[in-house]
């Protein structure tokens, strides 16, 4: 049974570029969140998409942006890249909008931007 | 305030020795608390749910304080691959927020 699957694993950018990262849930999740981890720091909430719509989003600029396709997976779209925005970004699925069984996460997709 | 916050670390522990971490949240409202763990580069994996009774698993013991919106866990006889971060996570509004995590090394 597969797990969550993201790609890329890695990818370098230039400042100013647009990047799509991609994440497969796990089988019989249907809510996919995003997060975005500094080096040193705890993952931070970016969105969370739910039957293909956008339920909750955290603290980010319009810059990043998302979509969930009928079949539960899900993209990260991040425009006009700045340097902080070098990153590891985490894919994280569940079965359960409350929650009550917590996410499981995708090995990520790290993020440099120059 | 921040929404989840851990003790800073880094823990350094010698095998064997028992320590223990703790995590305060805002958000009354949350229903779901969690403790993962994250190897080095690598992505956070779940370590255990925490229940408001308390629960354990092995060597690990999570509680809940819902009257002083804490959660703690402990690790006994600590072992030298117990060395990892660990980070609270706690339910808010349908999503889930994470502590900025307390690094472990357990030394021989």
């Known amino acids: 049974d597969a797990g969550v699957t993201q790609s890329p694993t890695h990818l370098i950018k230039t400042r100013g570029q647009q990047v799509t990262l991609r994440c497969s849930p796990k089988?019989?999740?249907?809510?996919v969140s995003w997060y975005q981890q500094a080096l040193g720091q705890g993952p931070q909430f970016i969105f969370q998409?739910?039957?293909?719509?956008?339920?909750q989003r955290g603290n980010f600029p319009d810059r990043f942006s998302g979509h969930q396709f009928p079949n539960y997976s899900s993209e990260l779209n991040v425009n006009a890249l700045l340097l902080g925005d070098s990153a590891l970004y985490l894919c994280?699925?569940?079965?359960?909008?409350?929650?009550?069984?917590?996410?499981?996460f995708g090995s990520g997709t790290r993020l440099t931007v120059v | 305030r921040k929404e989840v916050e851990q003790d800073p670390g880094p823990f350094n522990v010698p095998e064997g020795a028992t320590v223990a971490f703790n995590c305060t949240y805002s958000?009354?409202?949350?229903?779901?608390f969690f403790w993962y763990r994250q190897d080095c580069r690598k992505e956070p994996k779940l370590l255990m749910s925490?229940?408001?009774s308390g629960n354990e698993d092995g060597r690990f013991t999570a509680q809940l304080n819902r009257a002083s919106q804490y959660i703690s866990l402990l690790i006994r006889d600590s072992k030298l691959s117990d060395s990892a971060t660990y980070l609270c996570?706690?339910?808010?509004?349908?999503?889930?927020?994470f502590g900025a995590g307390t690094r472990l090394t357990v030394k021989p």
């Open positions: 994280a699925s569940t079965q359960d909008t409350t929650l009550f069984y917590g996410y499981t």
């Open positions: 089988s019989g999740h249907d809510t």
């Open positions: 998409y739910y039957e293909e719509e956008e339920r």
């Open positions: 958000n009354s409202a949350s229903q779901s």
């Open positions: 925490v229940y408001s």
């Open positions: 996570a706690v339910n808010g509004n349908n999503d889930m927020r």
